[in-house]
C-alpha cells in the first residue's frame, strides 16, 4: 500500500461511452501526476498537477479530461475514446520542491472496446 | 532537457547470481535519480534513490545502485538474485523543474530462473 489509491482497477468501456478515472492521495503531497503505459512503451507523462492548478499538458488528446478538486484527488474523464487508448493508467503523487520520491497507485487497466 | 536510457529490454540471470541493471542518464545541472518496480498489472514500487552524497546507495529488497558521475551511469545491482525479483525495472530522472515529475527510461524486465 502506497497511499495512493486509484479506483477502478479495470474497467471496459465503448468507443461511446463517458467513464472517470479516480485517484486519491493519502500522504499530504502536493502534485500530482497522470502517466500511460502501454504494452512494450515506455511510460508516458499526460498531466501534472501542482497545488491543484495544471502546470502541464503533454499534447494528450481532448478525449482525455483531467479535473483536480483538491489537493487530494485526481480525476480523468474519460469520452469519446479508441482502442488504441487502452492501456494502464498510472496516478502518482509527490512533494513539489523537495528531492522525493513520488509514490504510485496500483494503476487502472483501461479497455476500449 | 533530462533523459535516461535502459539499454537492454531483458536482462536474464541464474537465481543466486549477482545481477545488474543498467542506466545511463542526461541531465542539466545536478542528477537526482530514482529505481522503480513493476510487477504485473500492478503500479509502480519505489526501490531508491541517488540524490546527494555516498555513490552507492541501498534500498528495499537487498536492491542497491551505484552512481557514477563520470560513466553518467546508475545501474541497480544485487549480490544474489531471487526468482521472486522477476519484475519490470524502470530508472527515472527528476526533471529540473519544481513540480518533481519523473522522467523514466523505457524499463527493463528482469527474468531470475530457479
Known amino acids: 500500500e502506497t497511499g495512493v489509491t486509484q479506483t477502478p482497477r479495470h474497467l471496459v468501456m465503448g468507443m461511446t461511452n463517458k467513464k472517470s478515472l479516480k485517484c486519491e492521495q493519502h500522504l499530504g503531497h502536493n502534485a500530482m501526476y497522470w502517466y500511460k503505459q502501454s504494452a512494450k512503451k515506455p511510460l508516458e507523462l499526460m498531466f501534472v498537477?501542482?497545488?491543484?492548478?495544471?502546470?502541464e499538458n503533454n499534447s494528450v488528446p481532448s478525449r482525455f479530461s483531467p479535473e483536480c478538486p483538491n489537493s487530494s484527488h485526481l480525476f480523468l474523464h474519460l469520452h469519446t475514446l479508441q482502442p488504441e487508448d487502452s492501456a494502464l493508467y498510472l496516478c502518482?503523487?509527490?512533494?513539489?520542491?523537495?528531492?522525493?520520491?513520488?509514490?504510485f497507485g496500483q494503476g487502472t487497466r483501461l479497455t476500449v472496446v | 532537457a533530462q533523459s535516461v536510457a535502459q539499454p537492454e529490454d531483458q536482462v536474464n540471470v541464474a537465481e543466486g547470481n549477482p545481477l545488474t541493471v543498467k542506466c545511463t542518464y542526461s541531465?542539466?545541472?545536478?542528477?537526482?535519480l530514482f529505481w522503480y518496480v513493476q510487477y504485473p498489472n500492478r503500479g509502480l514500487q519505489f526501490l531508491l534513490k541517488y540524490i546527494t552524497g555516498d555513490n552507492l546507495v541501498k534500498g528495499s529488497y537487498g536492491f542497491e545502485a551505484e552512481f557514477n558521475k563520470s560513466q553518467t551511469s546508475f545501474h541497480l545491482k544485487k549480490p544474489s538474485a531471487l526468482v521472486s525479483d522477476s519484475a519490470l525495472y524502470f530508472c527515472a530522472v527528476r526533471d529540473g523543474s519544481n513540480t518533481g515529475k519523473l522522467i523514466f527510461g523505457q524499463g527493463t524486465t528482469l527474468q531470475v530462473k530457479p
Open positions: 498537477y501542482s497545488l491543484e492548478e495544471r502546470v
Open positions: 541531465v542539466s545541472g545536478n542528477p537526482y
Open positions: 502518482a503523487s509527490s512533494q513539489e520542491s523537495t528531492v522525493t520520491e513520488a509514490f
